[in-house]
C-alpha cells in the first residue's frame, strides 16, 4: 500500500488471508454464498449477494482510491486533512462491512483499513471503539446500524475521532 492511502482489491485479499490464516478454510478469498447477521432488534440483515460481492467490493476500492487521491491533490490545511482523512475512513469502513466480500473477520478487516487510512495524518493505531465506559463495541455495532440503515458514515466518523483523541492521549 502506498502511502496515499490508496488500495487495491488484491491487497486486501492478502491481507486477509493473512489476518485470518488458520482461522478460515477460505481466506483471502472473496465469499460465494448468501450470508446475513441478526440486528440488535432480531431481524436479519443481509449482506451484498454473492453474485455482485466482487464487482461492489472494486467500487468501494476505487471510489475511497477517490477519495484519497482528492485529499491527496487538494491544497488542504493540517485540520481538513485530518477530518477529510476520517470521513474516509468511515466511509471505507461502513462500505467494506455493508459489502461483506468475504465468508468471515468482515469487521476486523474494516478495522484495518479505516487504521490504516487514518495512518496518512496520524502516526498512532486508531480503533472505533474501546474496552472502556465511554466507548464501547456495542456502541460500535449500534453506530454500524445506523450508518447502513442511513447510508451516512457520520456515527462510525465520530466513533473514529473519539479512537484519535485515545491514541493521542495515550501517547
Same mark, same amino acid.
Given at each position: 500500500m502506498e502511502e496515499t492511502g490508496m488500495i487495491t482489491v488484491q491487497q486486501i485479499c492478502v491481507i486477509h488471508r493473512v489476518l485470518m490464516d488458520g482461522l478460515h478454510d477460505n481466506a483471502g478469498e472473496i465469499r460465494t454464498t448468501v450470508t446475513y447477521t441478526i440486528r440488535p432488534d432480531g431481524e436479519k440483515y443481509y449482506y451484498t449477494p &454473492?453474485?455482485? *460481492?466482487?464487482?461492489?467490493?472494486y467500487t468501494v476500492v476505487d471510489r475511497h482510491n477517490e477519495h484519497m487521491e482528492e485529499i491527496h491533490n487538494l491544497n488542504l490545511s493540517r485540520k481538513e486533512k485530518v477530518v477529510m482523512t476520517v470521513k474516509a475512513a468511515a466511509w471505507l469502513l461502513l462500505n467494506f462491512v455493508d459489502t461483506h466480500p468475504f465468508s468471515d473477520g468482515n469487521g476486523r478487516m474494516s478495522r484495518l483499513l479505516a487504521g490504516y487510512t487514518i495512518m496518512i495524518v /496520524? &502516526?498512532? &493505531? *486508531?480503533?472505533?471503539?474501546? /474496552?472502556n465506559e465511554e466507548t464501547c463495541r456495542s456502541d460500535y455495532i449500534s453506530a454500524i446500524v445506523h450508518c447502513s440503515e442511513n447510508q451516512c458514515p457520520s456515527r462510525i466518523a465520530a466513533l473514529l475521532v473519539d479512537g484519535l483523541y485515545t491514541s493521542w492521549s495515550l501517547a
Open positions: &454473492p453474485e455482485r *460481492v466482487e464487482d461492489r467490493l /496520524n &502516526p498512532f &493505531p *486508531v480503533q472505533p471503539y474501546h /474496552n
